[in-house]
Nanobody, 125 residues
Framework: QVQLVETGGGLVQIGASLRLSCVLS????????MGWFRQTPGKEREFVAG????????YYADSVKGRFTISRDNAENTVSLQMNNLKPEDTALYYC??????????????????WGQGTQVTVSS
């Protein structure tokens, strides 16, 4: 049974930074491409960033390019999302998701196999 646990969310002010982390247990972490998604009430879950199973390739939504960085540590079974220069529109519940196809990063949450409970990020003005 694969489990994903996200940590690191919180309430911050505009321009602040947060680092989200996600630990995968139950299966070899290196089997999975990993993605971060976010969702606000009444909206669909949207892609934020993703990284291939090897860690060699990463992708970002246009809205976060240059501000967010995804990284993974296969030895620690962890994927992280460094978020800098946070804006109110980054406020959302952030989910870590795992895709076991070992293919390219997928941009739709429907292509992922497992996800965690989410961690709330709130950016106040």
């Amino acid at each position: 049974q694969v489990q994903l646990v996200e940590t690191g969310g919180g309430l911050v002010q505009i321009g602040a930074s947060l680092r989200l982390s996600c630990v995968l247990s139950g299966r070899p972490f290196s089997d999975y491409s990993m993605g971060w998604f976010r969702q606000t009430p009444g909206k669909e879950r949207e892609f934020v960033a993703g990284v291939t199973s090897s860690g060699r390739h990463s992708y970002y939504a246009d809205s976060v390019k240059g501000r967010f960085t995804i990284s993974r540590d296969n030895a620690e079974n962890t994927v992280s999302l460094q978020m800098n220069n946070l804006k109110p529109e980054d406020t959302a519940l952030y989910y870590c998701e795992a895709d076991c196809t070992r293919g390219p990063v997928e941009f739709s949450t429907s292509r992922y196999d497992f996800w965690g409970q989410g961690t709330q990020v709130t950016v106040s003005s």
